[in-house]
């Protein structure tokens, strides 16, 4: 095995909470955003029976327009919670670099 | 929190103090297995108390049916025994999901060094006849 060879096997990942923090909110918020407006867009009687439920854990979030909005900051924010977590817990436990 | 007890990890330099280039070694480095499913296991816990613990406070809303989740995570209840009986489910199921995710990754990734290698191995010994 070469000196290359062992450095490789040696490095691990470490993580970047602020970009974890960024992709999970932006994947969190832009998928509560884009389902709520395909289904404000496809409309009907009944708009969005199961998503507007939602709004037990979101308060202010409908699904209307503006609720999608109102939506996307709220799963933004947990995203990004989420994200930061994982990536904070994961770097503490790898340890220091 | 205290660093994870792994022989592997006790000797491990950080990034870029061997020879290879640090951008190389931060390219081909793997997940740690472990501290990934335990992140993402503590994030699903929460997650998973949390939205319990809301659901607890702000009361029952028609139609919300949380307590299906029992179905597939037994002792689960919307209570609070239940919310923290969630936690540990989530942080099974995260472990478990956050392990594997990481085991692909660096699977995929030994795989990309083997053909990376094995390509500039043949590269090199490609015009070997003509030396003959």
């Known amino acids: 095995m070469t000196e290359n060879d062992e450095s490789l096997n040696a490095a691990i990942l470490r993580l970047n909470g602020r970009a974890w923090g960024i992709a999970a909110g932006l994947f969190l918020g832009g998928g509560l955003f884009i389902a709520t407006n395909i289904l404000v867009l496809k409309g009907g009687p009944n708009v969005g029976k199961h998503l507007r439920l939602l709004a037990v854990f979101f308060p202010g979030y409908s699904v209307t327009f503006v609720g999608s909005i109102i939506g996307f900051v709220y799963a933004f924010v947990l995203g990004y919670a989420v994200g930061r977590l994982i990536g904070g817990v994961y770097n503490k436990l790898v340890g220091p670099a | ?132």
């Open chain 2, 1 to 132: 929190m205290t660093v994870l007890p792994d022989q592997t990890m006790a000797s491990r330099p950080s990034l870029g103090d061997g020879s290879l280039p640090p951008q190389l070694a931060l390219a081909f480095a793997p997940l740690h297995k472990r501290a990934f499913g335990t992140a993402l296991g503590l994030a699903c816990g929460l997650l998973f108390f949390g939205f319990t613990a809301m659901y607890l406070i702000r009361g029952p809303v028609e139609g919300t049916n949380l307590w299906l989740l029992g179905q597939y995570f037994k002792f689960y209840r919307v209570t609070w025994p239940g919310a923290f009986m969630g936690f540990v489910w989530g942080f099974v199921v995260g472990f478990v999901a956050g392990w594997f995710i990481a085991f692909c990754r660096n699977f995929m990734l030994a795989i990309s060094i083997f053909v990376i290698r094995a390509k500039a191995d043949l590269n090199q010994s490609h015009d070997f006849l003509d030396h003959i």
